[in-house]
């Protein structure tokens, strides 16, 4: 009886093991997706790599394991020579790098215990010789190549249960760490344009929760499983629908969220969320929304509020995500650089990342400021030197040399702000720190090289009028400009060209990446279905190519009409003006492929429009994904973009063959700015003619003086 009962038993144990993994998932990862190069070289007698493997609270993981290739000098000493994998500081695996098997494929199992929530340091550190003594800490054969496009991190999990707290919002259901993109369906009551508005914020908000991850968004009138859902809508909407999924909520009696597993039928789905933003009517609504965007820590820990009040704070025109206001000295801790230490003599480079506004006019002859306070070692030679590189740009060097080391405070650095671009900006600090080596062969001493930047160090940057010259569809990829001109949106409109789910999506993948570029939500968007011939700001226009008006497609870069005018470049000049020759033809847009577009808007000078567009709704949501895609992003420009919709490799072809028109502070700028603006020369011409004018005066007033006087002294002497 009791064999009978083990054999009984362990069918029942092998059944709840695999039960545990049925539902696991497979990510799998390649290392180069995190870091800007598909080969790292680790150089000299020691160098580390280290990668930052993003855990999310969501997931909890069962197994990892780590693929990779790497190839060494066969210079090397294979009794001195290691390969070190280190997991969150913690040794998993060591490798002789052999001169007589330089290529080596290894496969690694991580212990998934050494893994936490949030982000994870994966390190490959080398010790490298090819001597036993007397070495050059440097030598060229002092290397071993990472081949990180073929090695991969293969990431076994299941998903956590949801906590129903509306806590849960920020760092648990909408986290930035989730891979390898959010996906989020929302669900409207209608597609009215006020609530279209509403689910619009949103859907900006969540996309800012998601920080600079891509998230893609759909839309329908119905909860999409497997992943989490948000349902946007009045009261009487909500209640009734979720009644008939067999759930009853309290009554709503004013703006209200609640967070829930998601209903799926019989039973709920516990991994995956149903968030509720609703209220009695659309007002409600929108502060519920409004209120969902600003939770960002751990309260409320319920699972439902009514919203009585919520107060926003004044914003400021330019007032994105890290960008600088002329005149104001920023510290680099108040830029995310806190106190840095460079260690040794192979260390990595760190970097300050900051935004210039992207209509800023950046002027010859002004400079702007940097001041470092630094500290640095003792006992270093004296041609180590602190290098600062401004866009991957070598601009300065600063020399260490005093042998007995030294804490240095506002050390002035003055950077032509010509070396600086419009939108997003790299300062970058690449320390070379040498020992000191007095004789042959003498061995080195390392720890006393160190240098620290602190905190307080800063930088500020002059005065710079705001105008510039458009189309150029690159600052509309880099910020979000001009319809984040101000951070929420104000004085923007989205032009629904119909209320097909697909449009609406579009939209809403577009106003999500443009959040995630600006840094804050846009509360202050508007949508309207209706050809906005009254509005006097900037408009985004969305939809497919047989419902765009005909006053907007004979404006458009190609012109959209029956008869199309299509703009073919000619000859590249070296000032990279384009020869343009147009081509009329009887010809519609293909299918798998979309147009992003701007040119100045026909309802306002100054203003812009920005036309999204394809032959279908279908395609045009495709558009919208293909945007979400970073190198996409970084090959739009110009006016004019035809985006070949194959995933994961998109085509794009940027033009730019459009009208020019001007944009400054408000959105106009006069026709003498304009002038100034593309005819810099035309200051020394004024400051000339206005010399001229002054000097030509005095010579006619001194002249008539002089004579004045002569005649005076006539007079006098005849008079005698």
Known sequence: MKTKSVLAFIPMCLCM????????????????KLAPVKALDLKCLGATAEFSIAIPERWKLSKAVLDFSYTNSTALLASRSRMVVKLNGFP???????????DKNAKIVLPELLFEPGYNRLTFEVAQHYANECEDICAKELWTTLRLDQA??????TLRPIPQKLSSLDKFLFDPKLLPYGEINIVVSSTKEDMVTNAGIVASSIAKKFDYKKVVFTVSQEIKPGVDNVIVGESSFVTDYLKQKGITLTEIKGPFLKVMNLPTGEKEDAQHALLIISGKNADHVKLAAETMAIISYPYPDDSETTILELTLPDITLYGGRQTIVPNKQYTFKTMDFTDFTFIGFNSMSKSVSFRLSPDFFIKPNQYAEVFLTYSYGAGMRSDSVLNILINNVSVSAIRLDNPSGGIIEDYRINIPTHMFKVGANLLTFVPVLVPSVTKNCELPQFRNLFLTIFGKSSMKFPAMPHIVDLPKLELFMSSGFPITRWPDGYESLIYLTNNNFDTIASAFNLIGFITQKNGYPLFATQFTYTNPKTWKGDIMVIGDVGTIPENIKEITP???TAKSVIPYPIVKSWGDEITIALSKQMVNMSENKGALMEFESPYAQGKTAILLTAAATKDVFKVSEALLDSNVQGDCKGDLNIIDLTPPDYKVISLSTGKKYFSGKTGVTSRLDAYLYVYPWLYYVAIGLAVTVIGSTLYVILKAYRKRRLNVGKNSDSSS
Do not use: G, H, R, S
């Not at 093991?17 to 290392?31: C, N, S, T």
């Not at 998993?92 to 330089?102: A, C, I, R």
């Open 152 to 157: 991969f991190l293969e990431l076994e999990y």
């Open 17 to 32: 093991f695999f039960l545990q993994f049925a539902d696991a998932e497979v990510m799998k990862i390649p290392l180069y």
């Open 558 to 560: 190609i012109k959209l």
């Open 92 to 102: 998993v695996e060591q490798f002789t790098l052999t001169p007589q098997f330089p």
